[in-house]
């Protein structure tokens, strides 16, 4: 069976599309494009693709790492002009890469995600409340811990965030928009969300936006090894991960 992993975009024409509705979208584009795709067995076969990560509500994505088995053989190349014809605007592939039988499944690898963050900033803000804003991140980034408790409507979780943020963040603002970076860690029990982010510093570091305006996009997906980020594509990337090695 040959396995192949897609780097694609979920683009500004899908923000608002969900997890699961985008992946379907995908498995749609695949049926038509008609690769020799795998599916598994049993009375509900499903078909072999998966995303690396399931994205929020309103959240774009470039690069979104996609695996794709096949059941036939069939060229990179190939498949990247059969799948392109189906697939809608918002999504475009790439690269595709043929994985070797060592190579690990996407949640073994990848451990951080960037992400860009921007929203209108409150009525009447100037620059005095830019510079303001801007002190009180510093003094954020420069914290060792600081506990967030996080409110669903199930339970209240506290969390310290500060080990779950890989970069010191970062913000700029215009006359009347705001832009926030920072980078997450990915991790199998779970990290804070980047609107868990925006609210935090809107609450207790008086950033001034309203809490719950903004677009959220993931710039990048990484696996962070000895202080370097590498993609999908850098050589090293699954470096300790091999099986067989």
Sequence with gaps: MKRLFLSITK??????????????????????????????????????????????????????YLEIKLEEDMSTEEVRKRLSRQLPRGITIHSIVEAEKNWPKFVAVFNEDAYEMEGPVKEGAGEKDFAEARAALEEFNHLSSFLYKRVTPKKVREMDVKPMILEP??????????????????SNTGTVQPKDIWKMLAESFHMPWTEGEFICSRTGTYRRLDGKRLTLSDQGVFQGLLKGQ
């Design 169 to 186: 963040m970062k913000v700029t603002f215009t006359k009347d928009r705001a832009y926030l970076t920072f980078s997450l860690i990915r």
């Design 11 to 64: 683009g500004e024409e899908l923000r608002f599309l969900g997890h699961l509705d985008f992946l379907r979208t995908m498995e749609r584009a695949v049926m038509r494009s008609e690769i020799p795709v795998a599916f598994s067995e049993g009375f509900n076969p499903h078909m072999k693709l998966s995303l690396d990560s399931a994205l929020g509500v309103g959240v774009t994505a470039d690069p979104l």
